[in-house]
């Protein structure tokens, strides 16, 4: 089993910059790929963007050009770089990691909120 940890979530004024930070322990060597998802208040959790082991990336339409995803494997930890913020970018984040055997883990969340 992995656990997650996420941490770097706040509030920050239209335009600015959160780095958000997930750490991984236990079982990350059965680890495929991590990415980071959001759900913002009445709405569905979305994929916001993922990397896998070998460091490909996918990110979605709404954050590509503002967000970037990368991992570092020495300390087992994800970040997202949260670049250009809109208030609609307001939301829980959550960090994800698939397995090789297709298992999913998610961590609690952290809370970003971006003010007008």
């Known amino acids: 089993q992995v656990q997650l940890v996420e941490s770097g979530g706040g509030l920050v004024q239209a335009g600015g910059s959160l780095r958000l930070s997930c750490a991984a322990s236990g079982s990350i060597f059965s680890i495929n790929a991590m990415g980071w998802y959001r759900q913002a208040p009445g709405k569905q959790r979305d994929l916001v963007a993922t990397?896998?082991?070998?460091?490909?990336?996918t990110y979605a339409d709404a954050v590509k050009g503002r967000f970037t995803i990368s991992r570092d494997n020495a300390k087992n930890t994800v970040y997202l770089q949260m670049n250009s913020l809109k208030p609609e970018d307001t939301a829980v984040y959550a960090c994800?990691?698939?397995?090789?055997?297709?298992?999913?883990?998610w961590g609690r969340g952290t809370q970003v909120t971006v003010s007008s």
């Open positions: 994800n990691a698939k397995t090789f055997t297709g298992s999913e883990n």
């Open positions: 990397i896998t082991r070998g460091g490909r990336t």
